[in-house]
């Protein structure tokens, strides 16, 4: 490949496209990596790797195909503690649930949430012998450990997140937004990087899958639920940002969004309120990173 002229070259963004596409980017030449589910139409007849080749072919060169940007080493490492991260996270739910089965099968309730399950667990198995055999206490204390291991993996990935987040201008910026912080602040800057692929913040918060679903025919707009398109791990993290705000509202006005809120709360469900306003946040954080500015509640609030 560096023997030929400099020229466009297609990819699929697979695993391992993102190095190779630095490789070739290095060389001097135009890389291009499309989602599979854009070249899929393209294929023509059975898949072979000839058919598939010219699909890629044809698609890259489509003016309005709209291509994964390049991540850099940096943004792929970043990614990595996140995906490792979240699948613990996933682990640790797991285990937590399965504990809190095992009790109630033997007559049991706990309160929910892990805070009061780790709080009633030494008690438990301590003194309520009557239900619980031995077998089922051994059982219940090895999944404890998993429990307490689980944790500290995930507090040391969380360090080194926090760690790379403060060392990153557009991680800084983007943590002063209110419900966002070091774990979605930094998972925005490993999946986009600094936002140059979106035009404008509804496309960003399009992208997300933060808007209706739209069914439209015969001149008729039909809107749905939530698209939920593209990253599910950073919508989740801006839903739940957004969920912890509608909790305080005695803090709204000074977030700059205050009267928006106020209005909308009047008119929508709670869970409708917690989707828009992390369509809210997304674009302003993908304003906030692409034009490297601050935060200024008083620009958001005269917005409003």
């Avoid at 301590?126 to 077998?135: C, E, K």
């Amino acid at each position: 490949v560096a023997n030929l002229p400099i020229c466009l070259i297609g990819l699929e963004a697979c695993a391992g496209a993102h190095h190779v596409g630095r490789q070739l980017a290095a060389l001097g030449h135009d890389v291009r990596l499309l989602p599979a589910q854009y070249v899929k139409p393209f294929l023509k007849g059975h898949k072979n790797d000839y058919r598939d080749a010219e699909a890629i072919a044809e698609a890259a060169q489509r003016p309005t195909m709209r291509p994964v940007p390049l991540k850099s080493a940096e943004q792929l490492d970043l990614q990595a503690l996140h995906r490792v991260r979240s699948r613990l996270v996933g682990q640790r739910t797991a285990v937590i649930n399965q504990i809190r089965g095992f009790l109630l099968e033997c007559g049991i309730p706990v309160r929910q949430g892990p805070a009061g399950l780790r709080e009633a667990l030494p008690t438990l198995l301590s003194h309520r012998t009557d239900v619980l055999s031995p077998r089922m206490i051994h059982l219940i204390e090895d999944l404890a450990g998993d429990w307490r291991r689980l944790d500290e993996r995930i507090e040391t990935l969380t360090r080194d997140i926090t760690a790379v987040a403060r060392q990153d201008a557009g991680c800084q910026r983007l943590m002063g937004i209110p419900g966002v912080g070091v774990i979605t602040a930094s998972a925005m800057v490993a999946a986009i990087g600094t936002g140059a692929a979106f035009g404008k913040g509804r496309d960003f918060a399009a992208w997300l899958g933060l808007v209706p679903k739209q069914i439209s025919t015969g001149g008729r707009t039909i809107l749905g639920g939530l698209s939920k398109r593209g990253n599910r791990y950073l919508r989740t993290l801006f839903v739940g940002g957004a969920q912890v705000l509608l909790q305080r509202p005695g803090h709204w006005d000074g977030h700059g969004f205050g009267r928006w809120l106020a209005a909308a709360g009047a008119r929508l469900h709670r869970n409708v309120l917690a989707a828009a306003l992390a369509n809210k946040l997304a674009r302003i954080a993908w304003s906030v990173l692409s034009r490297e500015n601050g935060y200024n509640p008083e620009y958001v609030a005269r917005m409003s």
